[in-house]
């Protein structure tokens, strides 16, 4: 049903590719990322909230919607989009045809986030995983408890600038819907991260008030979300004194902090953890299963000689370190 290109994932009874590598004819897009959603194809189908956020990144792409649970008919299958946990509008294709049921996961987590639907699991014949944090060590805490963490270190920095790097898409919006319920403040925002905010807002997500860093100087006292990809640049020297924190599932692998560089880490993820990943796999069902991105071949060792599922690696091997981790 689904098979490997030189342009990625491909169906060839639907005539269409999944989160492709490449430029094609037909694009089904699980979520909005760039490591997923790539430039240059000639259409994309996607959810509804995927394809607002896919207008902001790519100008002028043809865009199709498909709604949750929505079936239609492409060549010799059904495919339908069903809710991730990853980020806004992120979605698992599931694919329907001669070859039995199959479902590409996309990127996907099993913990609440306010600012997208919680993971639907899926009966499948074959599964197809995301494995970026498959190993035992990676483990979740409670996101509510890690967003108080970073509001008592904002409280505990009021003379100087509270700077938290994290992902422009997905995980700075999360951050945002967190810290709203527990606190009442303004985040002041870099420019990448706004954008999307409002994307985020316009879909009904609420999110804290947001304030853009611009052209603004100091900024003691308050919390700064900005995309690591700041970091070093130009733009930090606008701040007389601060600390620096990450917020990234990396952080669970020990001196990852220290290593880097952070004065603090906060351990939060939009990706599947170890438990979280063998949980889904179990409630799907399937016979076999592909693994894709991160430590997949330990996953596939996994499921092949303690759980007796037929598993192997599918796709290019990506590093665990996402753009949407």
């Known amino acids: 049903m ?28 699980t979520h909005a990322h760039g490591d997923h959603a790539r430039a240059g194809s000639a259409s994309y189908l996607c959810t509804p909230e995927t394809a607002a956020l896919l207008r902001r990144r790519l100008e002028g792409a043809r865009v199709e919607t498909l709604r949750y649970g929505e079936r239609r008919t492409i060549g010799g299958v059904t495919l339908s989009l069903h809710p991730a946990g990853h980020m806004l509008g992120s979605a698992q294709a599931r694919i329907e045809g ?30 197809i995983t995301e494995a970026t944090y498959a190993l035992p060590l990676f483990r979740w805490d409670e996101p509510t408890s890690v967003a108080r963490e970073i509001v008592a270190w904002w ?16 995980k700075a919006q999360r951050l945002l819907a967190e810290i709203a319920r527990i606190d009442d403040r303004p985040v002041w925002v870099h420019g990448m991260v706004e954008p999307f905010a409002q ?20 900024l003691l006292g308050e919390l700064v979300l900005a995309p690591i ?27 990852t902090r220290r290593r880097r560089g952070f004065d603090r880490g906060f351990v939060l993820s939009d990706h599947a953890d170890w438990p979280g990943l063998l949980r889904t796999i179990r409630e799907t069902g399937a016979e076999r299963v592909y693994a894709m991105h991160g430590h997949r071949e330990a996953l596939v060792r996994y499921l092949r000689e303690l759980a007796a599922i037929e598993a192997a690696p599918i796709g290019v091997a990506q590093p665990a370190d996402p753009e949407g981790d």
């Open 155 to 170: 409280q505990g920095n009021a003379k100087k600038t509270s700077i938290l790097f994290c992902y422009a898409l997905g």
């Open 229 to 255: 990809t700041a970091r070093g640049t130009p733009w930090m020297k606008r701040f007389r004194s601060f600390e620096q924190a990450f917020a990234s599932g990396l952080l669970r692998i020990r001196g």
């Open 98 to 127: 001669h070859s039995g049921i199959w479902v590409l996961s996309g990127d996907y987590k099993r913990e609440p986030d306010p600012t997208c639907a919680a993971f639907e699991p899926l009966r499948c014949d074959v599964f």
């Open 199 to 218: 994307v985020y807002r316009e879909q009904g997500v609420r999110l804290a008030e947001t304030r853009h860093v611009g052209d603004e100087r100091g």
């Open 2 to 29: 689904i098979v490997e290109s030189e342009q990625g994932l491909y169906c060839p009874e639907g005539g269409f590719h999944l989160d492709p590598l490449l430029p094609v004819e037909r694009a089904v897009l």
